[in-house]
């Protein structure tokens, strides 16, 4: 029943906001080397390359995606035409998978890739994203990168201050999920 809600009221939000559209996702210099910088002070021991490689990568992939799924409107009503059928990819697990393979086939030695996910609540629908955190350390130690929440424009921030979701491990919600201790 919750998915038959949620598709009615994205398919709702899709023909209301039919006219808004994004601008194709940029990214700066700068960004890339804020970003670098925050991966870089996850740890001492995060080496300075793999943490200009791993922002560099984050927001040029983010802009590829966007490019190839043809992201054109907010993240909401691009899942609404992708359960409609009008357009195959794009939603925020399409994003955690595409980023975490990504990001994993450059085999960093000083840094680990999570898929992480936030439960859903009465007000919110189930929501996968990519974090990255300094070798051995935790998801929650670690930075969101979540280029679906601003279709295609990567956010990112500390695991630990992104309070609009509760980030987990994947697979632990996964179980909760299936076990039913967790509502769909």
């Known amino acids: 029943m919750t998915k038959l809600i949620f598709a009615l009221w994205a398919t709702l939000a899709a023909l209301a906001l ?5 601008s194709p ?12 910088q925050a991966i870089q002070s996850l740890s001492p021991a995060v080496d300075p390359a793999e943490a200009r490689k791993a922002a560099s ?8 995606l966007a490019r190839e799924w043809n992201i ?34 450059e085999n960093f030695r000083t840094l680990d890739l999570h898929w992480v996910t936030s439960p859903p609540t009465a007000f919110r629908i189930i929501h996968h994203s990519a974090a990255i ?6 998801m929650n130690d670690g930075i969101i990168l979540d280029p679906w929440r601003n ?3 990567l ?9 609009r979701y509760n980030w987990r491990p994947r697979m632990e919600v996964r179980e909760e999920l299936l076990s039913g201790a967790i509502p769909y």
């Open 155 to 163: 956010f990112w921030a500390p695991v630990r201050e992104d309070t």
């Open 72 to 105: 054109t409107d907010p993240a909401i009503v691009h899942n609404a035409k992708v359960a409609n059928g009008l357009r195959e990819r794009g939603l925020c697990n399409d994003w955690a998978q595409a980023m975490t393979t990504r990001l994993r086939q």
């Open 18 to 22: 039919g006219g808004c559209t994004t």
């Open 57 to 64: 990568i984050a927001y040029t992939y983010s802009q590829q």
């Open 133 to 138: 955190s300094a070798k051995g350390a935790s």
């Open 151 to 153: 279709s295609g424009a």
């Open 25 to 36: 996702p940029t990214a700066s210099q700068d960004d890339i080397n804020e970003l670098a």
